[in-house]
């Protein structure tokens, strides 16, 4: 029994192999390969079947804004790629594909940067900053790109106002990265100058400080465009953040309010939440390629630095640092000081400061970003501020939107010279908000807030006490009120150092940082009575509201019992007649 099951077993195999053989390899190679399709048109999320059966019309790009959004109505709704649709590159219809080209490839325009200081190739503006550190600013003019570069031009003057767009580059990048060179050339084309401001440590320049820049360092960015709006005041400027870069222009935005000189902004594939986005980036296979490449490229920033990490940070962690995540708990926290990893995510993230923008500003996002989840895309916070609109697409990629046959441009660029084209030539640019100096005298200020005293007359209006002309909130006395005389130096001892006060006006407020005292005590007698003068009508007006509001009180109840109960009313009437004569209108007791 035992031996004949073996048999029909061996005799199953055998049948199964000889039937195999019979069917030509050419079938087996076929079908592995079909698997093997079906599996990467999955895992890249190819989506060109989709836009076949749409006839390569593209997704509609998806708008979101508050109802109330002046700036979609002046602005957004005046741009027609932002109404429009957007379809990928044939050929790169993936997110991953987008991505990986963008960064391999690119295709970017030729681009020359070049230096107010110098004329040479590549070079750059150096800038200091606050603390010593060295940022540099690679500047392209209109000139080198309609013209052709010429480096006998004249730098740009005080009182040039062509407008200056600031573009933040993303996470380890520079301005000659492919998708900065596609961004800036389009603006400069446009008529536009375009400043790159490499973060701290990148383009080439060394640390010099104890400072290293990270997803929500701002200090960099805030004195670049200070310094821009106080070189060029007449220009209006804009900014562009990329990545890592939109996040930190966000920040910055939302920390400034007013009080920014950017004329508008545009932020393009945001991570927004830091902590959202950590957990996304750990989640699936493809996007823990993503974030051992990332941490590949941070690690090649620090190996730069290597000589002042090394006395900063965990040097040892950061060389064996596989994830983001690794390379921010061994460096990002210590030279930040940060408690842990996920404080410095959520302290850093934008999304925090959205609602405070007070900028017109555009934020594009795609759905199906490999890098920057959706997930983190705040949109009832973009909803709900009246100066932001987001605009996002279900393809693109991060920040690649290759597009047309040949993928030699990007869509987003696109959409933001129109953005600021439209957004210059309105009048919804953001104009920054003067800062009034407290204690100087303003034209629209009133008199009420800068009189030492006010006086509360019998019609209840409100006036300042003041003697000949208003006194400001630094000069409540003036040289004619008060002459204080200081005592020679021959005086007797005992009065060395006394403050002779004279007054001239009665209706004066004595404020003195020090304690004044009398030369005399008939002086010091006179003007104890003269305060006292000063405050009894004040003391007696406020006595008068004060009785007031107790008789309006009682009369308010007196008059809710009436209209409630009627003969309750009319019987208290009858008993208070003549305490209510004096204070109810004539007739009123009468009906």
Known sequence: MASSSCSDGLSAFGLLFQAASIVPVAHFLATALLFLVI?????????????????????????????????????????????????????????????????????????????????????????????????????????????????????????????????????????????????TYSIAKHGWHVVVSNHRGLGGISITSDCFYNAGWTEDLREVINYLHQEYPKAPIFAVGTSIGANILVKYLGEEGENTPLAGATSICSPWDLVVGDRFISRKLVQRLYDKALAIGLKGYAQLHQSTLIRLANWEGIRKSTSVRDFDNHATCHVGRFETVDTYYRCCSSVNFIGKVAVPLLCINALDDPVCTREAIPWDECRANKNVVLATTTHGGHLAYFKGLTAKSLWWVGAVVEYLDVLHSSPFMHRQKKTQNFGMHHSLESDIDKAPYVNIVEDGIVAPIITEGTRTGTELVTKDDLHVDRLSSDSKPEDDGVLSVKKSDPTVNMISPEPVEPAHKEEAEDITKTIHDMTAPVKRSLNQLLRCYDISRWLLAYIAIVTTWPLLGSALSFVFRKKLRGFLPVGWLRR
Do not use: M
């Open 39 to 183: 599996f990467l048109y999955n895992f890249l999320e190819i989506h060109v079947l989709g836009d076949l059966f749409r006839g390569f019309r593209g997704d509609q790009v998806v708008l979101t804004f508050n109802p109330r959004s002046k700036i979609y109505e002046g602005v957004v709704s005046k741009c027609r790629i932002l109404h429009g649709r957007y379809l990928a590159s044939p050929w790169l219809s993936s997110p991953h594909l987008q991505t990986v080209f963008l960064n391999f490839f690119g295709r970017p325009p030729s681009v020359v940067y070049r230096s107010f200081s110098n004329f040479l190739l590549y070079s750059r503006k150096l800038f200091s900053v606050h603390d010593g550190e060295t940022v540099a600013l690679d500047w392209l003019l209109t000139s080198d790109v309609i013209g052709g570069p010429s480096f006998t031009d004249i730098p740009i003057s005080k009182d040039d106002r062509t407008p200056i767009a600031v573009v933040v580059p993303g996470l380890t990048s520079d301005s000659f990265s492919p998708y900065l060179r596609h961004c």
